[in-house]
């Protein structure tokens, strides 16, 4: 007798299980960072129409495939296509991504992880500002040190897919998302009541038309997809957990507000910091790991205030990670029949694996400067440019190809009604799927080859 399939324990479970995926490193780290390389509002703006007009639907789309299969992705896209169709490969490519995706995020939620334990232990803010930049650099190149918190991070993310789908996945979301709200709240009040916040408004929420490029624009629409995690398969395989009577529209609503209310959050818990001691919102990727903990260093109580900071970063890393290991770990369990513990500590052990040359990239060796002088830049940087630039597009074209043209509209329409109260959109749903999106995915991709 085939074993039942794990569910939600509710549509709240599911709802937090999916923003935790969504909220990660790339809400709270990325986020504030590319808005401050792109001058702020205007950007913000645009992302605000990307998450609308793409990142909506094609949520949908996943969730809808998932639920609809009661299938993680390989097995997804077959059961509604054919064992052998070209389609299939979609599938196969979020297997890879995410197992790709995961090896590098680990390393940097490994510096987080390193971050809240030096600010526990109070000796980053010792450092004082001067210390900040020094500090960083040198946690980048010491790849012993990379290896043991990508391996501990690891850890954690196998000990929480270990306990499945109820045990493991729900039921961390629903402590970490919750703490995470809280504590950035808590930064959030204290960032109010800094002497920049007006600035950091104007600077988050202003116009600032002036300041928008056309690669902002398609770094926008990039990101859209990168935050809510799309095209990789982890909302897909979320969604086969899901009930029939769930509502998915109303699910996948829930989850980009969340998300973004999170981004925008975290771009308000960072910029007044930032413009209260006067320095630079374009600093690119040190905006969290040296402008925040050099502004920490002049607060009161900002070795406190780190802590928190800190573990809220590896709080949001861990339930997007999670995520990540499921895509690799339900492949094996739908396809290959292995009982959950064999797939998670064989999938997640690999991915360690892989991520070791990613946790070396910033030294000297091999994977880091070796590579640069060979082929431009090192191994982590090339991983993250095939994932972001091609992984991440060419699964949110498939997904919304297979979603518009490809599946019966019978079987479509009737997976979108059940449970909705939102009816009224389907058709907006399906135009937006067949043409608007590919168009725009076109455009990122037609970007990364050089084209526009
Ligand atoms: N959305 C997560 C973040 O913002 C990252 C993430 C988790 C992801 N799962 C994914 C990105 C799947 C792409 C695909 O940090």
Same mark, same amino acid.
């Given at each position: 007798?085939?074993?039942?399939?794990?569910?939600?324990?509710?549509?709240?479970?599911?709802?937090?299980?999916?923003?935790?995926?969504?909220?990660?490193?790339?809400?709270?780290?990325?986020?504030?960072?590319?808005?401050?390389?792109?001058?702020?509002?205007?950007?913000?703006?645009?992302?605000?129409?990307?998450?609308?007009?793409?990142?909506?639907?094609?949520?949908?789309?996943?969730?809808?495939?998932?639920?609809?299969?009661?299938?993680?992705?390989?097995?997804?896209?077959?059961?509604?296509?054919?064992?052998?169709?070209?389609?299939?490969?979609?599938?196969?490519?979020?297997?890879?991504?995410?197992?790709?995706?995961?090896?590098?995020?680990?390393?940097? =939620?490994?510096?987080?992880?390193?971050?809240?334990?030096?600010?526990?232990?109070?000796?980053?803010?010792?450092?004082?500002?001067?210390?900040?930049?020094?500090?960083?650099?040198?946690?980048?190149?010491?790849?012993?040190?990379?290896?043991?918190?990508?391996?501990?991070?690891?850890?954690?993310?196998?000990?929480?897919?270990?306990?499945?789908?109820?045990?493991?996945?729900?039921?961390?979301?629903?402590?970490?998302?919750?703490?995470?709200?809280?504590?950035?709240?808590?930064?959030?009040?204290?960032?109010?009541?800094?002497?920049?916040?007006?600035?950091?408004?104007?600077?988050?929420?202003?116009?600032?038309?002036?300041?928008?490029?056309?690669?902002?624009?398609?770094?926008?629409?990039?990101? =859209?997809?990168?935050?809510?995690?799309?095209?990789?398969?982890?909302?897909?395989?979320?969604?086969?957990?899901?009930?029939?009577?769930?509502?998915?529209?109303?699910?996948?609503?829930?989850?980009?507000?969340?998300?973004?209310?999170?981004?925008?959050?975290?771009?308000?818990?960072?910029?007044?910091?930032?413009?209260?001691?006067?320095?630079?919102?374009?600093?690119?990727?040190?905006?969290?790991?040296?402008?925040?903990?050099?502004?920490?260093?002049?607060?009161?109580?900002?070795?406190?205030?780190?802590?928190?900071?800190?573990?809220?970063?590896?709080?949001?890393?861990?339930?997007?990670?999670?995520?990540?290991?499921?895509?690799?770990?339900?492949?094996?369990?739908?396809?290959?029949?292995?009982?959950?513990?064999?797939?998670?500590?064989?999938?997640?052990?690999?991915?360690?694996?892989?991520?070791?040359?990613? =946790?070396?990239?910033?030294?000297?060796?091999?994977?880091?400067?070796?590579?640069?002088?060979?082929?431009?830049?090192?191994?982590?940087?090339?991983?993250?440019?095939?994932?972001?630039?091609?992984?991440?597009?060419?699964?949110?074209?498939?997904?919304?190809?297979?979603?518009?043209?490809?599946?019966?509209?019978?079987?479509?329409?009737?997976?979108?009604?059940?449970?909705?109260?939102?009816?009224?959109?389907?058709?907006?749903?399906?135009?937006?799927?067949?043409?608007?999106?590919?168009?725009?995915?076109?455009?990122?991709?037609?970007?990364?080859?050089?084209?526009?």
């Amino acid at each position: 007798m085939a074993e039942q399939r794990a569910h939600w324990g509710s549509k709240l479970g599911f709802v937090l299980a999916a923003a935790g995926s969504a909220v990660g490193l790339g809400n709270i780290w990325k986020f504030p960072y590319i808005t401050g390389v792109n001058g702020g509002g205007a950007f913000v703006f645009i992302y605000l129409i990307c998450i609308v007009l793409v990142g909506l639907p094609v949520m949908i789309a996943e969730i809808l495939l998932g639920r609809a299969t009661q299938k993680s992705t390989v097995s997804a896209y077959r059961a509604l296509s054919s064992p052998r169709s070209l389609w299939v490969s979609f599938g196969w490519l979020g297997v890879a991504g995410s197992f790709l995706l995961l090896s590098y995020y680990s390393v940097v =939620a490994g510096w987080a992880l390193n971050y809240t334990w030096l600010s526990i232990t109070g000796s980053l803010v010792e450092r004082g500002p001067d210390g900040m930049a020094p500090l960083f650099d040198s946690v980048q190149r010491s790849g012993s040190l990379n290896l043991v918190t990508h391996f501990v991070f690891m850890t954690l993310t196998v000990l929480v897919v270990v306990g499945g789908v109820g045990q493991g996945l729900e039921r961390w979301s629903r402590i970490l998302m919750p703490a995470l709200f809280v504590m950035m709240l808590i930064l959030l009040v204290r960032g109010f009541s800094l002497a920049g916040f007006g600035q950091a408004a104007e600077f988050v929420f202003g116009a600032h038309t002036d300041r928008l490029t056309a690669g902002g624009v398609l770094e926008a629409l990039g990101h =859209a997809f990168f935050t809510l995690s799309l095209g990789m398969g982890s909302i897909i395989t979320y969604g086969s957990y899901l009930r029939r009577d769930d509502d998915i529209m109303g699910a996948a609503i829930t989850i980009s507000v969340v998300d973004t209310v999170i981004a925008l959050m975290a771009a308000m818990v960072l910029f007044p910091i930032i413009f209260t001691f006067g320095m630079q919102p374009s600093q690119g990727p040190g905006l969290v790991f040296v402008t925040m903990p050099i502004a920490m260093a002049q607060l009161p109580a900002g070795g406190f205030l780190a802590a928190i900071f800190f573990l809220l970063l590896v709080f949001a890393a861990l339930t997007s990670s999670i995520s990540m290991l499921e895509v690799t770990a339900s492949y094996f369990i739908d396809e290959k029949g292995w009982s959950r513990e064999r797939a998670t500590l064989i999938s997640g052990g690999a991915v360690a694996l892989v991520g070791i040359p990613s =946790a070396l990239a910033g030294g000297d060796g091999f994977f880091g400067a070796g590579m640069t002088q060979l082929v431009g830049s090192n191994w982590f940087s090339v991983a993250d440019y095939l994932v972001s630039n091609w992984v991440l597009p060419l699964g949110g074209l498939g997904i919304s190809l297979f979603m518009a043209w490809r599946v019966d509209d019978a079987i479509r329409h009737d997976h979108f009604l059940s449970g909705s109260k939102l009816a009224f959109f389907y058709k907006a749903w399906v135009v937006l799927l067949k043409y608007f999106v590919p168009f725009a995915i076109a455009l990122v991709l037609l970007h990364a080859i050089g084209v526009v």
